[in-house]
């Protein structure tokens, strides 16, 4: 962990399922690490003008946390359960 920063300060937050409200999930995450990104077109017209062309779908990049040293518990299953929620 960086600059001494235990896991368990790490900000959480919950990832669940729209589909099934069983499937939900607590993580830590970073959130120097946290980044948004959306990708916009202009396109050139005479001169000097530019038109807005529209946007694209956007991401979201977070590096999360699953500590389960504190309690002595296996994080593989919340690793499945995230391979789960991401299908």
Known sequence: MQNGQS???????TIASLDNDQL??????NPKELQYDRTV??????GDDI???????????????FDGFEINESVVPRCDLLETLAR
Do not use: D, I
Request: net charge negative; aromatic share 14%; charged share 20%.
């Open 7 to 13: 896991t368990s300060a790490m900000p959480r937050f």
């Open 41 to 46: 077109s202009w396109h050139a017209k005479q």
């Open 24 to 29: 939900e999930l607590e993580a830590q995450y």
């Open 51 to 65: 038109q807005f062309a529209g946007s694209e779908g956007r991401t979201l990049n977070v590096e999360l946390f």
